[in-house]
């Protein structure tokens, strides 16, 4: 296993160029020898936004987390198409790092591409932890409760790569970009409020956005085309513990869309934080790390 037996060095920030010819951007931070963790950031997103873990969380537990740039965003180059063929990328780097049989957390929209890699590389994921996991987007019943905006906007998901399309996620970035745009995130408790208003976090957010959205906007397109997709893969093969995390006022990933995928899955918990939103678990980060790798 990697680590091991490597001196205790600095974080890294790095692009790994694949036989295929395709870059994929990355980032390790945590003790040296400490246990790989691999990171799937949320729509949008970039390998920065484990940079909202601190970094003494992840000395306690001995965890080398590993973030990758999905597909499009940052660092990593675009790869259209289902989920299945774009989460091969962590396996990549994982091959390239020496890296056999790890845990993998996925965040938001990271979630879907979580399972999906459960799903497809059985024998080398161990652990699964979901954070206010985003699911298909596919079973109207289940999504009803998000925002009438975000509901109006699926049917042209569905259309295709056309220039509404296109315009919409340009619109969209420019809201991601534009000054106090936390100010305006879904919260639904105090505490989340008050771990948003930290400077810390404030930059950490605005970092990891502007990361994703550099190289243009071909990531935040491939998400929304895939987010109304079914599975591609069949999640219901996963074997591994599957825990996720997730907040009973999440607004922007609905708890019963999570539910219906995890009642399939025979290995899944779920663990619910009362009255919080989409950012309630990142104020637990400590339970977060003790849980993906499976430790009080």
């Known amino acids: 296993m990697l680590w091991l037996d490597s001196p205790v060095v600095d974080d890294r920030d790095e692009i790994l160029g694949t036989p295929g010819g395709r870059r994929i951007g990355w980032m390790a931070r945590g003790p040296a020898d400490g246990t790989p963790v691999l990171y799937l950031h949320g729509w949008p997103g970039s390998r920065l936004e484990q940079l909202l873990i601190p970094a003494d969380v992840l000395h306690r537990f ?3 987390l590993i973030s990758i740039d999905r597909p499009g965003y940052g660092k990593t ?3 259209p198409g289902e989920r299945s063929a774009r989460a091969r990328d962590v396996l990549s780097l994982c091959d ?3 890296i056999d049989r790890f845990p993998a957390i996925g965040v938001s929209g990271g979630g879907s591409n979580v399972l999906t890699l459960a799903a497809i590389a059985p024998d080398r994921i161990t652990r699964i932890l979901s954070v206010s996991g985003q699911m298909p987007q596919d079973d109207e019943a289940a999504i009803a409760a998000l925002p009438p905006e975000e509901l109006a906007s699926l ?3 569905r259309r295709g790569r056309i220039p509404e399309l296109e315009a919409l996620c340009a619109k969209e970035r420019d809201d991601w970009l534009a000054p ?3 100010d305006g995130f879904p919260t639904s408790d105090e ?3 008050r771990w948003l208003a930290q400077t810390w976090v404030r930059d950490a957010v605005a970092t990891q956005v502007a990361e994703a959205f550099r190289p243009g906007l071909e990531g935040y397109i491939e998400d929304s085309l895939t987010c109304v997709k079914p599975f591609d893969v069949d999640v219901t093969t996963i074997r591994c513990p599957v825990t996720a995390v997730h907040g009973t006022a999440d607004t922007v990933c609905p708890l019963p869309n999570l539910r219906r995928v995890l009642a399939t899955i025979d290995t899944s918990e779920l663990i619910l934080l009362d009255g919080l939103n989409h950012i309630g678990p990142f104020l637990y980060p400590d339970l977060l790390i003790s849980l993906v790798v ?3």
Do not use: N, T
């Open 62 to 64: 001995g965890v080398r």
């Open 77 to 79: 180059d675009p790869l």
């Open 155 to 157: 049917p042209l998901y």
């Open 96 to 98: 390239a790092l020496g």
């Open 191 to 193: 505490s989340e409020r």
């Open 294 to 296: 499976g430790r009080d």
């Open 180 to 182: 106090g745009m936390l």
